[in-house]
């Protein structure tokens, strides 16, 4: 087949090659689950969503005295939910599902604006999901998978807005930067896009009216939400944005520390990686580009250890909101509201480890992933796309300030790269307690600028429809 037949096949079929690669690789990497290991991941955090779900499922709303404040979003959907009376499995299951959804949707709006677009994001997607953290992600009972979704649906919405400048892309670009906010407290940082889009418009003489009343709709959507579930009248998580004010004036302060404070500081440093900023900036530096054991590798150490070993589902002596309450004193129910429907005790030691025995080589599906993911590590393919993510990143923001080619493919990738920055530079200064997972929910982004890099930048495959749109000129 000519190169032009195939150049033609693509650019017809990208979106259903797209989308095709991301069903079968979801499949691939997380149907074993489902079908052998049907254990998902729980932990503190994991009783203080499920028991904010249990508030609003029992009407007690606004939840008013809460040991430590969290974002209603995530237990709002683990309420939605629970009306359904589905188990934690099935909980996790339309987590994955929201999940596929989110990536193929994002992969049609890439193909509709770029040439192989489909192709480009689903590649990158592809790469993000056969990752041991995103596997994890999905399958735990935290918000880190639907607020991935959220970012997932954000890029989507940026390039549709920026390749057809139309109205109604916007709306949804806001509209998912919402949800992102009602995920995760951090979410509210993603407001500064659409801020960004509306000064751009007005300083190039543009119409803002209808653009800035969507954006203080979400504002107020935000602020009726946090008033009719928690009694606030505040945009975003407003103990979190205090606490961590708090943490940056504790941190860099110079003043004597109290006995309790240190006591605090020196649990902090034993949950989080490093010490110092400069010492989490190198650790998840490492942390990318270092093999990992595969999911269903190191699932034994995680899930296992939790749900079997340490029998967490029924151990009295469990505690939540940052070891603050013990689970059973502060809801006597909560247990029977969160694995109602799960025999949990089926999940014997025999049985359990014979699924994951790796040395014997039980379960060839699992073990597949295992490998999969191991020939990856041995192609070193992360230095080559962490390379090309800084690359691309460094030479749009020469073409874009220096150069002055402000297109939508610039912006497009500045702003990609913006979201992922925001997560590294930010909240290893701002959160007491950084943890890689907060990285790894936007890390997706890392492979797709790669991946964009890779087809925009060498001449050969400049493969984009209109790659020189300039908004400015626009208007």
């Known amino acids: 087949m000519s190169k032009q037949r195939v150049s033609s096949f693509l650019e017809k079929y990208d979106c259903r090659i797209g ?32 028991w904010f779900a249990k508030q609003i499922f029992e009407g007690a709303v606004p939840v008013i005295k809460q040991p430590v404040e969290i974002p209603w979003g995530y237990p709002f959907f683990l309420y939605i939910t629970k009306l359904l009376n ?65 970012l997932i649906l954000i890029c989507g919405s940026m390039v549709t807005y920026l390749y057809s400048q139309r109205f109604n892309a916007f709306i949804f670009l806001v509209f998912s930067i919402w949800c992102a906010m009602l995920i995760r407290p951090n979410g509210i940082l993603l407001l500064s896009i659409p801020f ?23 504002l107020l959507l935000d602020i009726a939400g ?19 004010i708090n943490n940056l ?14 006591k605090r500081i020196q649990t902090d440093a034993k949950m989080t990686a490093s010490k110092t900023p400069g010492e989490m900036f190198s650790t998840y530096f490492l942390n990318f580009i270092t093999a990992k054991p595969s999911f269903y590798y190191s699932i034994e150490a995680t899930n296992y250890n939790n749900l079997v070993i340490n029998n967490m589902p029924d151990d009295t002596t469990l505690r939540m909101f940052d070891s603050r309450v013990y689970v059973d004193s502060f809801c006597t129910d909560l247990r029977l509201f969160i694995f109602k429907g799960y025999p949990h005790a089926r999940f014997n030691s025999l049985e ?66 913006f979201i992922h920055f925001l997560s590294l530079f930010l909240l290893p ?33 400049s493969f984009y429809r209109d790659p020189k749109i300039n908004l400015k000129s626009q208007g």
């Open 352 to 417: 359990y480890s014979s699924n994951l025995d790796y040395n014997m080589h039980k379960n060839k599906w699992m073990y597949a992933t295992h490998l999969v993911y191991e020939l990856i590590n041995k192609l070193k393919f992360h230095y080559i796309i962490y390379l090309m993510f800084w690359l691309t990143a460094l030479i749009t923001f020469y073409k874009y300030f220096i150069n002055a080619e402000r297109g939508a493919f610039q912006q497009l990738n500045l702003l990609l790269a």
């Open 196 to 218: 960004f889009f509306i000064l751009q418009t007005m300083l190039n003489g543009g119409k803002t009216l209808n653009y800035v009343l969507v954006f203080v709709s979400a």
């Open 249 to 262: 004036l504790n941190r860099y302060s110079t003043k004597a520390v109290h006995k309790s404070e240190s």
């Open 429 to 461: 200064f701002m959160h007491g307690r950084f943890q890689l997972r907060y990285i790894h929910v936007s890390e997706f982004i890392v492979f797709l600028n790669a991946v964009l890099g890779v087809y925009y930048y060498f001449p050969r495959y």
């Open 19 to 50: 989308v095709l690669a991301l069903v079968f690789v979801m499949f691939f990497t997380h149907a074993p689950f489902f079908l052998y290991i049907p254990v998902p991941g729980i932990s503190m955090d994991t009783f203080q969503y499920f």
């Open 226 to 244: 946090n008033f009719y579930f928690k009694g606030k009248c505040s945009i975003g998580d407003s103990d979190r944005i205090t606490h961590v």
């Open 86 to 150: 589905l188990s934690i499995v099935q909980i996790v299951f339309m987590q994955t599902i929201f999940f596929l959804l989110a990536c193929s949707w994002t992969v049609s709006k890439f193909s509709k604006h770029i040439k192989y677009g489909g192709v480009i994001a689903g590649t990158a997607l592809v790469l993000f999901i056969l990752q041991p953290h995103t596997i994890r992600h999905n399958v735990t009972l935290y918000s880190e998978s639907l607020y991935t979704s959220a």
